[in-house]
T-cell receptor, first 110, second 110 residues
Framework: ETGVTQSPTHLIKTRGQQVTLRCSSQ?????VSWYQQALGQGPQFIFQ???????GRGNFPPRFSGLQFPNYSSELNVNALELDDSALYLC?????????FGSGTRLTVV | GQNIDQPTEMTATEGAIVQINCTYQ??????LFWYQQHAGEAPTFLSY????GLEEKGRFSSFLSRSKGYSYLLLKELQMKDSASYLC???????????FGGGTRVLVKP
């Protein structure tokens, strides 16, 4: 098992720019979900992909979009970055009932 | 929608016991998770309850009462390394997302 890996680990972007975050799922896990965690708060659900199709979305605007690839890796794209998008972005992969989280990408928008 | 409440912060002494309560109001329920998260790191799985009762795993135990919308995480024989945030999360009926509480910061003092 290789676990869930996310890249990059840290990123600084300017307001208005676009960003792509990447996630490699744990081997065999066909479901991936993304969460945003602001400092001192619990993670907030962004969306989930199952076998390359989005099958759930939280209360985030359309400028947050994603993809899942045939190997079950995933991307989170955020357009028109705002200062409030600064957060830790967590990816979690699952097969069945459990979830395995990656260490996250710390995004800072200045 | 879902609402998850847990205390913001707790302090305990090394070797003692601490109980972290979590109450939830949900439109559907498909399991409750507890995660440990050290600052800047991935949440790591501690326990999963889907039926009422107590689940014990070493120094950690978790309890669920679905009729009361209530769970607790019990940490025994506290160690300094247990200083972390503890996240309560509920999976909805659709099974496609976790809703997290804000997390409880536990500080273990010598």
């Amino acid at each position: 098992e290789t676990g869930v890996t996310q890249s990059p680990t840290h990123l600084i972007k300017t307001r208005g720019q676009q960003v792509t975050l990447r996630c490699s799922s744990q081997s065999g896990h066909n479901t991936v979900s993304w969460y945003q965690q602001a400092l001192g708060q619990g993670p907030q659900f962004i969306f989930q992909y199952y076998r390359e199709e989005e099958n759930g979305r939280g209360n985030f605007p359309p400028r947050f979009s994603g993809l899942q690839f045939p190997n079950y890796s995933s991307e989170l794209n955020v357009n028109a970055l705002e200062l409030d998008d600064s957060a830790l972005y967590l990816c979690a992969s699952s097969l069945g009932w459990g979830y395995t989280f990656g260490s996250g990408t710390r995004l800072t928008v200045v | 929608g879902q609402n998850i409440d847990q205390p913001t912060e707790m302090t305990a002494t090394e070797g003692a016991i601490v109980q972290i309560n979590c109450t939830y109001q949900t439109s559907g329920f498909n399991g409750l998770f507890w995660y440990q998260q050290h600052a800047g790191e991935a949440p790591t799985f501690l326990s999963y309850n889907v039926l009422d009762g107590l689940e014990e795993k070493g120094r950690f135990s978790s309890f669920l009462s679905r009729s009361k919308g209530y769970s607790y995480l019990l940490l025994k024989e506290l160690q300094m390394k247990d200083s972390a945030s503890y996240l309560c999360a509920v999976r909805g009926a659709a099974g496609n997302k976790l809703t997290f509480g804000g997390g409880t910061r536990v500080l273990v003092k010598p």
